[in-house]
């Protein structure tokens, strides 16, 4: 039987039906970066609104404190500059990347989160603090505005974090292989991002808020 069909002219053999329908998996160029991008707009939608809540309730004090009693503007310095150095480290690691060192880029994204971690843990810090003096969420609009925006960034943070020491498992794992590449990419579009969405705390924030 397999005489005969072989015999029959326009015939296929069972090696080039299977090249002919094997479906390979394909992955679009640059389409892992664009989905990422459409996550950090979303992102932005979410911490535009945030940024409009506490405009509308960062005066509201309900007699209680305001943030020119609370806010510690050298220790929120200190933290801003944690968080700077840190997008300055990533870029380094990116370098490295680009140059196919993997131990260069392993050792920046182990900078970088070390600069991270101190960042978390001077915020976590500030707001045991501030919880500490009776100066919680649900002490006034001011504060429950205040802890939704900064807190949302800090989890973004621990976040970006968590994907940094994944990544650098991966990394030492398999190498800078092109998958890396482009999760490195991506991480490195998100911390940059949460550094741009800090200077705008640091600034709507603290800034203005020790303002009388």
Known sequence: MSELK????????????????LVREHHPENGTLLGFWIYLMSDCLIFASL????????????????????FDLSLIAVNTAF??????????AMISAQAKNTGKTILWMGVTGL???????????????????????QRSGFLTSFFALVGTHG????????WLVTLMVQLKKHG?????FRRLQCLSLFWHFLDVVWIGVFTFVYLLGVLP
Not at 6 to 21: I, W
């Open 51 to 70: 940024f409009a809540t506490y405009a509308v309730l960062g005066r509201n004090y309900a007699g209680g404190p305001s943030g020119a009693e609370l």
């Open 83 to 92: 968080l700077l150095m840190s997008s300055i480290t990533f870029g380094f």
């Open 6 to 21: 072989a015999s029959m002219p326009g015939a296929l053999s069972a090696d080039e039906v299977t090249a002919r329908y």
């Open 155 to 162: 989890l973004h943070v621990l976040f970006g974090f968590v």
């Open 176 to 180: 800078l292989t092109g998958e890396n």
């Open 115 to 137: 600069l991270g971690l101190a960042f978390l843990s001077l915020e976590i810090y500030e707001f045991y603090h501030l919880i500490h003096e009776g100066a919680g969420p």
